[in-house]
Structure formats: structure tokens, C-alpha cells
């Protein structure tokens, strides 16, 4: 069974028009991730929730926002793509922050392709 | 500031060969480890974890790790790789109320 979904799978725009991404999980998790994975590179931190406290990193571009409406979805909203965010776009999950045992699970991820 | 090296970006073996992948993270205390694995187009999945007790860890499909503490490493290990080993590896670390992070990755490719 799926524990953390992505929707869409594939998904193309056009450079400038806003993309919403989305995550959802049946896990219960108290804490969402977005990370952004480029070709080749290792995964990307690009913010995180705690339960209805959202935490960016430093240096997630403005251009990123995120919203949590309720423990199963969390949405990432794109508002101005660029060809540089061509990327595929991990969610993934965890019961804590990091406390002894926590693990992060993932979905799918979403592969946005910016034209 | 917390890191993650993996020190080698791609290996290439043949099937039944050994395989070891490293990894060094920099962080004094008590820490989370992973081992994922990335198949061609597929999302991330986890392969094995430590986070206390016998150092080393059994995972899925024959893997193993060692928790070296005094050597900060976290090594994968596996006696006899298959084809459909090929794939990306990442280690990961979370120290506590820390994010994860993540190596470069290592690319591995199983000939037939």
C-alpha cells in the first residue's frame, strides 16, 4: 500500500507559470519534507513542516512556498518557474525531527520539467 | 558544519563481485544512519538504518552496513552483487533535531 503519494508523476510547464505540487500520506507522519533532487545530485532540502510550524531552509529560493493544510497533504507551490527548477521533487515524511529511530519515508517524487 | 561524503561517485563491477561503498559523516555525538537506494526512475527507498545498539545492520536484498564510531563511517557492504544492484546509493545522516543530510550519492553499475 502507498504511504506517501505524489501527484502528479510527470509534470511540464512553462517558464514563469505557477506549478502546485502535491504529497500526500497515510501515515500519520507529524513532520512533511520537500526536497528538490537535480540530475546526478543528492537530494535538496527545501523546507520542512512540524506538524503546522513550517521551517525553510536558508537558502530555498523565494520563489518556492509551501502550504500544509491538514497531516495528510502538503503542497509545494512553484510561482514562477525557471529552467533551473527543472527537477524531479521529493516528499517524504517522518514520525519526529530527527529523534533516535526517526525515518524518513518517500514518495515517488514528481519529475517537473520547466520549457 | 554537519557533511556527508560518499568517496566514490561511480563504481563499476562485475556480477558476484564484492561490493564495499563508503561513507564519512562529520558530527561528534549520536547520530541517525541511512543507507538508501535509488533504482533508474524510481524514488527513493531505504535500504537499511542504525540508530543504536549492535553496529552492524542487515538491510534488504542482501546489504549490510558497519557503524565505525571511531572512524565517523558508516560503510555499505554487499558479498555478491547482481545486476539489478545497479543503482544509486545515498548515506544519510540525521543528528538530533537536525535535518538530514545527504551524500553526493555513488552510481553503481553491475555488469552481466
Known amino acids: 500500500d502507498a504511504m506517501v503519494i505524489q501527484n502528479p508523476r510527470y509534470q511540464v510547464t512553462q517558464f514563469g507559470k505557477p506549478v502546485t505540487l502535491s504529497c500526500s500520506q497515510t501515515?500519520?507522519?507529524?513532520?512533511m519534507y520537500w526536497y528538490q533532487q537535480k540530475s546526478s545530485q543528492a537530494p535538496k532540502l527545501l523546507f520542512h513542516y512540524y506538524d503546522k510550524d513550517f521551517n525553510n531552509e536558508a537558502d530555498t529560493p523565494d520563489n518556492f512556498q509551501s502550504r500544509r493544510p491538514n497531516t495528510s497533504f502538503c503542497f509545494l507551490d512553484i510561482r514562477s518557474p525557471g529552467l533551473g527548477d527543472t527537477a524531479m521533487y521529493l516528499c517524504?515524511?517522518?514520525?519526529?525531527?530527527?529523534?533516535?529511530?526517526?525515518?524518513?519515508?518517500f514518495g515517488p517524487g514528481t519529475r517537473l520539467t520547466v520549457l | 558544519a554537519q557533511s556527508v561524503s560518499q568517496h566514490n561517485h561511480h563504481v563499476i563491477l562485475s556480477e558476484a563481485a564484492s561490493l564495499e561503498l563508503g561513507c564519512n559523516y562529520s558530527?561528534?555525538?549520536?547520530?541517525?544512519l541511512f543507507w538508501y537506494v535509488q533504482y533508474p526512475g524510481q524514488h527513493l527507498q531505504l535500504l537499511l538504518k542504525?540508530?543504536?545498539?549492535?553496529?552492524l545492520v542487515k538491510g534488504i536484498k542482501g546489504f549490510e552496513a558497519e557503524f565505525i564510531k571511531s572512524k565517523f563511517s558508516f560503510n555499505l557492504r554487499k558479498p555478491s552483487v547482481q545486476w539489478s544492484d545497479t543503482a544509486e546509493y545515498f548515506c544519510a545522516v540525521t543528528p538530533p533535531r537536525f535535518k538530514t543530510i545527504f551524500g553526493a550519492g555513488t552510481r553503481l553499475f553491475v555488469k552481466a
Open positions: 517524504a515524511t517522518s514520525r519526529g525531527e530527527g529523534g533516535p529511530g526517526d525515518t524518513q519515508y
Open positions: 542504525y540508530f543504536s545498539g549492535d553496529p
Open positions: 501515515l500519520n507522519h507529524n513532520v
Open positions: 558530527y561528534g555525538g549520536t547520530v541517525n
